[in-house]
Antibody, heavy 122, light 110 residues
């Protein structure tokens, strides 16, 4: 069974940093690109960042550029999102998802985790 | 404002059919495949349709997808109360170099 389990979400203050993790099982991790998608309260899904199968190619939404860093450790079947200089508007559920191919410019995501909640508040 | 446009809500009676529309532009739907996701409250989003009209294993054929030009459609037949959820279209935007989603459509089964 394919499983993705996110962790690391918590309440932080503006300008603080946080690292989210996503541990996967049930599939060969390095056969797939991976992505982070978030959903702010009352809002829709928003793509945050993606990484290719070996971690060497990455892409970021404008809202994440310069502040967030996506990475992966294929030996640990893990995906990460390091978030720096957090803002109130970064408050959201953060989902990790498996991409439909090995790249980072994938057009669909076929397995998702349950999400982890990040709250940025002073 | 989302790059892809969806109606905020749709509703229909159990057993009926509903259609959810998604509108984009030449830089996204016009040149890329569409995917559709179902998001039940408190659950992980689920891929329903990929590459315009393909269903992943396990998705019933009550769900169908199509695309024409810069618009796409998700159809759901034989509506069940369990289908009440938010539905999102998604694709790749070549100009933004980003994955994009619609704003979501809340389906109510009356």
């Amino acid at each position: 069974e394919v499983q993705l389990v996110e962790s690391g979400g918590r309440v932080v203050r503006p300008r603080e940093s946080l690292r989210l993790s996503c541990v996967v099982s049930g599939f060969t991790f390095d056969d797939y690109g991976m992505t982070w998608v978030r959903q702010a309260p009352g809002k829709g899904l928003e793509w945050v960042s993606s990484v290719n199968w070996n971690g060497e190619s990455r892409g970021y939404a404008d809202a994440a550029k310069g502040r967030f860093t996506i990475s992966r450790d294929n030996a640990r079947n893990s995906l990460y999102l390091k978030m720096d200089n957090l803002r109130v508007e970064d408050t959201a559920f953060y989902y990790c998802a498996r991409a439909g191919g090995t790249g980072w410019r994938e057009r669909w995501f076929d397995a998702w985790g349950q999400g982890t909640l990040v709250t940025v508040s002073s | 404002q989302s790059v892809l446009t969806q109606p905020p809500s749709v509703s229909a009676a159990p057993g009926q059919r509903v259609t959810i529309f998604c509108s984009g532009s030449s830089s996204n739907l016009g040149n890329n495949y569409v995917s559709w996701y179902q998001h039940l409250p408190g659950a992980a989003p689920q891929l329903l349709i990929y590459d315009n009209d393909k269903r992943p294993s396990g998705i019933p054929d009550r769900f169908s997808g199509s695309k024409s030009g810069t618009s796409a459609t998700l159809g759901i037949t034989g509506l069940q109360t369990g289908d009440e959820a938010d539905y999102y279209c998604g694709t790749w935007d070549s100009s933004l170099s980003a994955a994009v989603f619609g704003g979501g459509t809340k389906l109510t089964v009356l």
